[in-house]
């Protein structure tokens, strides 16, 4: 039964929306840290926000964009991924989906999409992808889901092999009235919902990732693209969607957060990812530019806590300003802008935060087949050696692009380890200092992710009062000349830190970067 609305649940609502910048952007509202917490050994702490830093000084935080290939690593090739217009030929696949590795083989699997169906692609090495016949739909590698953005993940805390991978996604133009009202009935924001083609997001299980049931029933209303996660510790299901016409934000498309503890019964939907008045005066800055939204969220978690990529896209009005033409042959493009990634964070993927200045982590080119819009990632990224990959729908044209110049293939972004962001000092203040709160170390060796091949680091030992530690100076553990994802940290008379107490580390770094550091 729907839940009916009262004065104090009107008023909740209503003061969510008033406060929205507040409560998504400030980081005292959710990131209380207590004092003199235990630090897990082997737990890696990043640099993405200020949590466990107590004092900074001539420091800055800097996001670093990803390294690219020269070309996808697959691109619409065959004849089921390949539409024959009457003028063109539409080339278009995306990686809304999904990207995992086996940990004792090494080999990735690709669950991707082309305008019509879910697909299903191997490699040995990550660049180079083979599409196996999976005699499911005839002799190609389709599966038999047929979800737009589909997101995939395997599920383990499930018990039931038949529902070892679950899946959501997007099933447009399902016309069913009843379906509708029954969905409607769940939930109280409801009136936004306007849309004529009924785009209903539905839950999937499969045992092998390859062969699906969908559930008859939807699970929440939307748009067209959504992203699935699942928090590790507690086995809950995330699902990030994109909303269209929702009063309690301001512009079109923005990103909400709906949580499922059986795929079946989800959380009244709140906007996590909203376009702020900085993000409209990014979209002003273009010609035509008029103000911001947001395409998606591709959420995971890590390192002890999450982090994202958001897709903003800034809008041009009329689309001649971007393009040159505001149709072709007849066709009028659909609502045009540019679409690039940035870096968001958060220590419990509910309540998310920007990161520093909103550079993107993965920018449009240099090359063509991302020099357009970045239109959406897969769930997570793969961790392969010392680097971080993430997989993406790279678009030749910005959003509102038509065929044949636009193609949308998929890419693959790289960074170190913890390499999205890091600490630096600012320049003309050499060194920079960072001091953590204290806590207690589990472990007693202390590493470092950090690049100082043109500088040098040092580190100080602090107890829980702020004074230094004897033995465990700056000076006895000056490091030079280094560039290394893991490099120990020693002092002249010990190796191990102060076990069983509380302490504080202390940073000195000069014209370098300091990405994370562990303690095992």
């Known amino acids: 039964m729907k839940r009916p609305y009262t004065a104090k649940s009107t008023l909740k609502t209503l003061s969510c929306a008033m406060l929205l910048p507040a409560l998504l952007f400030s980081q005292n509202a959710v990131m209380k840290r207590p004092s003199a917490q235990s630090l897990k050994k082997g737990e890696k702490q990043l640099f993405v926000d200020d949590l466990m830093i107590k004092k900074k000084q001539g420091i800055t935080r800097m996001v670093h964009p990803a390294e690219k290939l020269e070309r996808p690593v697959l691109e619409a090739a065959m004849p089921w991924e390949v539409r024959d217009k009457e003028s063109f030929l539409d080339k278009r696949v995306n990686i809304y989906g999904t990207v995992p590795r ?22 040995n090495d990550g660049i180079h992808w083979e599409r196996p016949v999976l005699k499911i739909m005839g002799k190609t590698n389709e599966t038999d889901l047929h979800l737009h953005s589909p997101s995939i993940t395997e599920d383990k805390f499930e018990t039931d092999p038949k529902k070892r991978y679950k899946a959501v996604g997007n099933a447009g133009m399902d016309r069913d009235d ?66 269209q016409g929702d009063p309690r934000v ?53 390192a002890g806590q999450w982090l994202g990529f958001a897709t903003p896209f800034r809008r041009v009005e009329p689309p001649s300003a971007l393009f040159g033409n ?46 357009g819009s970045i239109f959406g990632l897969c769930n997570a990224p793969v961790v392969v050696g010392d680097q971080m990959w993430m997989y993406y729908t790279a678009v030749t044209t910005p959003h509102g692009g038509l065929g044949p110049e636009k193609q949308q293939s998929i890419a693959r972004a790289a960074w170190r380890i913890d390499g999205l962001a890091s600490l630096r000092p600012k320049k003309n203040q050499t060194p920079g200092i960072i001091e953590t709160h204290e806590f207690v170390p589990e472990g007693t060796r202390l590493f470092i992710n950090a690049d100082v091949k043109n500088g040098a680091l040092s580190v100080e030992v602090l107890d829980a009062a702020g004074q230094i530690i004897e033995g465990y100076e700056k000076e006895s553990s000056v490091t030079e000349k280094q560039d290394s994802v893991k490099l120990a940290i020693e002092w002249k008379n010990a190796e191990a830190l102060p076990s069983g107490v509380p302490i504080r580390l202390r940073f000195h770094l000069e014209n370098g970067d300091l990405y994370s550091y562990l303690i095992d």
């Open 250 to 302: 301001v512009g079109i498309r923005q990103v909400f957060l709906s949580v499922s503890k059986d795929m079946e019964n989800w959380s009244e939907p709140q906007p996590v990812m909203v376009a702020d008045e900085l993000d409209n005066r990014a979209a002003k800055k273009l010609k035509g530019g008029t103000y911001s939204e947001f395409y998606n969220l591709s959420a995971f978690s890590y």
């Open 102 to 123: 086996d940990d004792k083989t090494g080999t990735f699997r690709m669950w991707y999409a082309d305008p019509g169906s879910v697909l299903y692609a191997t490699s």
């Open 178 to 243: 009843a379906k509708v009202q029954r969905l409607k009935d769940k939930f109280e924001m409801v009136d936004w919902y306007r849309d004529k083609l009924h785009r209903l997001y539905y839950a999937a299980y499969s045992a092998d990732g390859l062969r699906w049931t969908v559930e008859p029933e939807p699970i929440l209303l939307g748009c067209d693209t959504i992203t699935l996660s699942q928090d590790p510790v507690t086995g809950e299901y995330l699902a990030f969607h994109k909303r």
């Open 326 to 371: 505001d149709e072709v042959d007849g066709r009028k493009r659909s609502a045009t802008g540019i679409i690039d990634v940035q870096l968001v964070h958060s220590r419990d993927g509910r309540h998310w935060h920007r990161c520093s200045d909103r550079s993107p982590v993965i920018p449009l080119g240099p090359h063509p087949y991302d020099a």
